[in-house]
C-alpha cells in the first residue's frame, strides 16, 4: 500500500507560479510511474504529465508543455510539478497517482492504469 499526499495548491493570479508536493509513504521503487493528473468540475480527469522515478523520458498534456515541469527528490521520496505562467484554464483539482510497476509509454495518459492516488490539492488561477 503506498500513500500520497499532494501539497502546494493555492490561489494564483494569471501569469504566476505555484509549486505542487507529492509526498509518498515510502521509497519508491525505482520503476514505478508517478503522474499528476487535473480535474474540474463536471469533467473527466486531465492526464498533465508523468515520469518514471529511475529517470529518463517525461510526457506533459500538450496544454502545460513548456509551462510545467516534474521533478523527484530522492532524498525526500517526493514528487514535484512546477506551473509557470499560470492560466485561468489551469484551474482545477491537482492530484498525484503513482503505479508501482512499469508499463509501455503509450499508456502513461491513462488514469486507469495508476494504482494509488492522493486527496488532491486546490489550484485556482485569478485575478
Known amino acids: 500500500q503506498v500513500h500520497v499526499v499532494e501539497s502546494g495548491g493555492g490561489l494564483v493570479q494569471p501569469g504566476g507560479s505555484l509549486r505542487l508536493s507529492c509526498a509518498a509513504s515510502?521509497?519508491?521503487?525505482?520503476?514505478?510511474?508517478w503522474a499528476w493528473f487535473r480535474q474540474t468540475p463536471g469533467k473527466e480527469r486531465e492526464f498533465v504529465s508523468a515520469?518514471?522515478?529511475?529517470?529518463?523520458?517525461?510526457n506533459y498534456a500538450d496544454s502545460v508543455k513548456g509551462r510545467f515541469t516534474m521533478s523527484r527528490d530522492n532524498a525526500k521520496n517526493t514528487l514535484y510539478l512546477q506551473m509557470n505562467t499560470l492560466e485561468p484554464e489551469d484551474t482545477a483539482v491537482y492530484y498525484c497517482a503513482t503505479r508501482s510497476r512499469a508499463i509501455v509509454y503509450g499508456r502513461w495518459r491513462d488514469a486507469a492504469v495508476y494504482d494509488y492516488w492522493g486527496q488532491g490539492t486546490q489550484v485556482t488561477v485569478s485575478s
Open positions: 515510502g521509497r519508491p521503487p525505482s520503476d514505478s510511474l
Open positions: 515520469l518514471r522515478w529511475n529517470g529518463g523520458t517525461q
